[in-house]
């Protein structure tokens, strides 16, 4: 039986709403509990209002829930826009010196009061809250102190001075269950991204800082040592990708990040990846768009665009995972293939994998190799564009000696020099589409189609990318069959049609407002029923997708 | 190693126009890189880059490592390899139209980062492949196929442009002065540091300024080359609005600062 609770914390920007709500999470984590925190901010630096839902489990979920058990308001907008999210017999936490509240079941705190004579800095108001808070719901002092003397350095005692104050202030109105279970990590999706990525064997990550990529390229720059990476920022992200492909040439794995604008900036780089032929891994991680779009908020938009992204016929790897373990996974992989096939990669991830807050297995690591790539030797005359039979040619590095390395952006011959003639010009395609056989080939004895629920289902939803959580609960909620495509180029089309068998309704749920995968599917026949499209910046929740689900199937009786 | 042993030459027809001032630096960097190899450097361990247009071409001519990048793109690659593997030499070539037109942004910042690479712009004044049209050193009043009237734009001087970026090696050549621009081209690798060097080549198709560079190109050399202001006045010596100034060509600037590793 699962037990759960979703604890929704907000504030102004600044006020530390984000790291008080990590920091609750770490605690129920440290108890034993699956965590799945979704983060809102806006696009600002200071004021606003942000907030963090918490979701604690003792089964994995991986969306968030729209009633809330226990709210915690360190201002009183938080309040005002969530008290109806908030359950009857829910517990609201506030901080009392903000506003004053009249409802069972509230614990004002006088945060800012002893702060303020505490001489400590606002933004620790926080930890008062947290406190009262882990004190409530029965969090023993021990854990408390423990976790906050792991969390804090710098401002250690100040922190502990205050959080003493409001532990033994309040008092407890439940007693949460210790669950025994082993302890995962708390990982964002975009940590995730770069654990799998460095695993892989990564040498050098280019950025230029783009919401919600930035995580990747903070942590990496932040882990540079232990990872035996370098992690560099360019002027922008012509310069990133054009870089990486220079280090991918010279021997280095390399892979950039970025969001759709910068993603459109390196579209020519793309281009330029595949017929030169240079391994390269490109994470999309897409905010709501067109444009700047809403962009601190998550769409799955760019699907369309990222599958025909490049000029010219383009060879390449398109991967959209939907958790934090599925995106470790797949940055490793997609790395490893990259250097398999000498081809540029696809990472489409979403704000809602990038940045949300996810229990990680770290068990999938084992799973992922190191690259490996096809060597050349210098016995012969090394030709850099090799004609062979997959298309993929031996690979050398510049510094090796009695071999000349030649890449170029231009229709070559197998040394790498320009031609324009007729016969030479289809034989290199002919040598990358061989290559895009193979991929095709490799795809289909991936696991590219992931089911989820009731196998048997003639019934089914399909869903990709982050919009996989919140159907996976659906599906197994309503007893009904969840398809997830993973890979989406090359597209698997015989595992996509055998997940299909005995599928008599199809549902199809993305967070774009077009249907994208819904033409992905229909160019290989594959019919839809319905959709369910969501499009106001914001990730799909499962109790809307039952909802909708409903509808559809009432219609379909009349 | 020998000169014959170290086969510059491709199996490559080379598509430059007769007279092209290219020849002029394909000649020129040649023969630097056989100075090079012979003090010691492994021909291995040089990467050219290019970019597209006609002064792109030379990586075709040239059996070196190369990476024909695109348009306006060869100094980030450039950056992208010497980042990943600092043993390298590695040279850009592109045209003024790939530099300081589509890719000027990389050029600005590869100066402020005194990356250790080398940037040979063949600053023809047009783009030339794309039928003479002006670029940012075409001087005011160019006509083209797409300026009938002339461009209306003032030039930028890109000496003085990397100069502002806190440029480290900063030397201006001429591709008809094939003696010199080795010494230059060699000098440039040898720096440590961003090393820069605009050489002004005549395009015979689109903007044939040979007599123009005949009469006034002459070779300046110096012992003050920290000095800020001397290489601003040497720089500035040139006016290409004024008919009778004078071009000086050799190094103008050369200081040492940390590298961007």
Redesign the interface.
Known sequence: MNTEYSILIGGAAGLGSRRAGLLIAKLFSNLGYYVFIYDDYQSLIRGGHSFSNIRISTSRKLSSCSKIDFLIALDKRTWTEHQSELKKEGILVYNKDQFRVQRNQAIGISAQTIVQDLGARKIMENIALVAGFAKTIGVEWKTLKELLIKEFNKSRNINLQIAKIFFTQNKSLAKIKKIKREKFPLLTGNEAIAQGAVKAGL??Y?AYPMTPATGILHYLAGHSKNFKI?T?Q???E???I???????????P?MVGTSGGGFALMT??LS?ACQ?EIPMVIVNSQRAAPASGVPTYTAQGDLSFSLTAGHGDIVKFLVAPGDAEESCYWAGKLLFLSWEYQTPSILLVDKQISESTFSFDKRILEKIKPIKYLKGDVRNQYMRYQYTKTGISPLL??????????????EHNE????IEDEISAQKMQDKRLRKYKEMEKAVEKMRAVKIYGNKKSSRAILAWGSTKGPAQEVAEDLNIKLIQPLVIQPFPEKQMKKALEGVKNLILIEGNALGQLGSVLASYGIKIDAKILKYNARPFMSEEIKRALDKIWKNEKK | MKKNDLKLETNCVNTWCPGCGNFGILMAFKQAITSLVEKGIPKENIVINSGIGCASKIVDYLNLNSFCSLHGRPIATAEGIKIANDKLKVIVFDGDGGTYNEGISHLVHAVKRNIDITVLVHDNRCFALTTGQFTSTSPKGFKSKSTPEGSTEEPFDPLKLVMASNATFVARGCSLRVAHLKSLILAAIQHKGFSFVDILQPCVSFFNTSELYNKKVYETSNNNLDSERYALKKINEWQPNQKNSKIPIGIFYKVDRPIYK
């Open positions: 040498g050098l280019f370098k560099i360019l002027e922008n012509l310069a990133v054009s870089a990486a492909l220079g280090s991918a040439y010279a021997g280095l390399s020519e780089s330029l030169a590095f510049p510094g090796k000696r009695g071999a000349v390395v030649k890449v170029n952006s231009y040394n790498g020099i320009t």
